[in-house]
């Protein structure tokens, strides 16, 4: 392959890490867009710009036939989906492959794998890795689902087999919530899903949720990196995330990356990706991710590799040796986004009449915004990604604090004084990272 040029299919910082990546690889860019997204950063970066639609997604960046039509006729090579919008979605991967247009990203046959969490989880069993006890197949009624609860004991956790990022799931705590959960969840899951298939698994508490980082090259060559530790989350959204990971033993993580690094070998894994666990007594699979993702700054900051451009070389063909990449030093991710905290964390989109981003060594920050920039209110919230370095955790934890408290941002509320108070937490300087979920959890919508 020598992909020319490159159609950016999302918005965004992403949007524009992707243009960057292919800047200094020397390939032209194409980005779709919304009309509420006409005055974008990334609009203004690319090479061509083609609007598609109105500014709900599913006027524009979900409208999967608009985006390979631009491809067409603005001769694009390649498509590079970012993430979320049609990331994961297999029949746009399939229409990809189908009309020659060089997918940047796993191939169909693997993102509908692992668009299935059952499926996914027999696989990962098969090569090894422990899975969480729960039901083995969709629960077809509640009289299996009461059946498989008495196995496995309660707290138990219902769960949508297509589901993701937080959706689909219900914290189950004795026999009387399941009988009267179940249907109201199924239902749940199919207007949300399209498919109302559940299965079961036990509720383990406390856990922390680890997530290994990891390219290959679809022929068998592999790189597994550092993993990552994002347990800190609010509403089933990462918003603190760390690499490496402290107070796991080392030989633990060890062989969990080489049973990762044979599993993803054997399926010929392409492309950039997360194997995610949850960490409790040992690594318990959970799911994988079938793109880059948000918090991928995170290992590049530790490891000197840029995990966007490695994803377009591999598209075009290079090779990998397989092998298990060490960290150089500690980085601590934390996403600042358009929310109000004192009004429930309400989405805050308007004008940025102010905007001062510090130039702090050893931090960096992704972002699509700029002074006089209007926040549309049609997407996520995510503004800005900080990533700090540090030798230690301690030095890259008081660099992103300094480097959050300099930010001046007017105009818009923000939960810039929220991601400070999270890092200074007592339970984050002893690293117990799942009391500060379990209290953020606690906070009412």
């Known amino acids: 392959m020598n992909i020319k040029?490159?159609?950016?299919?999302?918005?965004?910082?992403i949007a524009v890490r992707i243009i960057r990546a292919c800047k200094e690889l020397g390939i032209k860019t194409v980005i779709v867009y919304s009309e509420a997204d006409r005055e974008s950063l990334g609009v203004k970066l690319a090479d061509e710009k083609v609007c598609i639609g109105k500014g709900p997604p599913q006027e524009s960046y979900l409208l999967a036939s608009r985006i390979l039509?631009?491809?067409?006729?603005?001769?694009s090579d390649a498509i590079h989906p970012g993430y979320g919008f049609l990331a994961e979605s297999t029949d746009f991967a399939d229409a990809c492959e189908e009309m020659k247009i060089v997918f940047i990203g796993p191939t169909s046959e693997t993102i509908r794998l692992f668009g299935d969490k059952l499926e996914a989880k027999k696989l990962a069993?098969?090569?090894?890795l422990k899975v969480i006890p729960g039901s083995e197949e969709p629960v077809k009624d509640e009289k299996e689902a009461k059946k498989i609860a008495k196995e496995i004991g309660y707290p138990i956790i219902l769960k949508a087999c297509a589901g993701g990022g937080g959706r689909g799931m219900k914290l189950i705590k004795d026999e009387e919530e399941l009988l009267s959960s179940f249907q109201a969840v199924r239902l749940e899951v199919k207007n949300a899903f399209f498919d109302d298939r559940l299965y079961i698994e036990k509720y383990l508490t406390p856990v922390r949720h680890i997530e290994f980082?990891?390219?290959?090259?679809?022929?068998?060559?592999?790189?597994?990196?550092?993993?990552?530790?994002?347990?800190?989350?609010?509403?089933?959204?990462?918003?603190?995330?760390?690499?490496?990971?402290?107070?796991?033993?080392?030989?633990?993580?060890?062989?969990?990356?080489?049973?990762?690094?044979h599993f993803c070998s054997e399926i010929k894994y392409r492309s950039a990706g997360t194997i995610e666990f949850l960490y409790y007594d040992d690594f318990y699979f959970m799911e994988a991710n079938t793109r880059i993702q948000v918090e991928h700054p995170v290992t590049e900051m530790i490891t000197g590799f840029d995990l966007v451009k490695e994803q377009i070389r591999i598209a075009n063909g290079r090779n990998l040796v397989s092998k298990i990449i060490e960290a150089n030093g500690f980085?601590?991710?934390?996403?600042?986004?358009?929310?109000?905290?004192e009004n429930n964390f309400a989405p805050s989109p308007g004008k940025i009449e102010k905007l001062y981003l510090p130039f702090y060594p050893f931090v960096r920050i992704d972002t699509h915004i700029y002074e006089n920039y209007v926040i549309p209110p049609y997407y996520d919230a995510l503004l800005a990604k900080y990533i700090a370095w540090g030798v230690d955790r301690e030095e890259a934890?008081?660099?992103?604090?300094?480097?959050?408290?300099e930010t001046e941002i007017g105009g818009v509320k923000t939960n810039k004084d929220f991601l400070i108070k999270l890092l200074e937490d007592e339970d984050f300087l002893r690293g117990e990272y799942y009391k500060i979920t379990e209290k953020l959890k606690a906070i009412k919508i």
């Open 5 to 13: 040029k490159v159609l950016i299919a999302n918005r965004g910082e």
């Open 69 to 75: 039509s631009t491809c067409e006729i603005t001769n």
């Open 125 to 128: 069993k098969k090569y090894g």
């Open 213 to 261: 980082q990891i390219l290959g090259d679809g022929r068998g060559g592999v790189l597994v990196f550092p993993p990552r530790d994002c347990t800190i989350q609010f509403r089933h959204q990462k918003i603190i995330e760390k690499s490496p990971v402290l107070n796991i033993p080392y030989e633990a993580i060890k062989e969990v990356q080489e049973k990762i690094l």
């Open 331 to 341: 980085a601590i991710e934390a996403r600042l986004n358009a929310n109000d905290p």
């Open 397 to 405: 934890r008081i660099r992103l604090i300094n480097a959050l408290k």
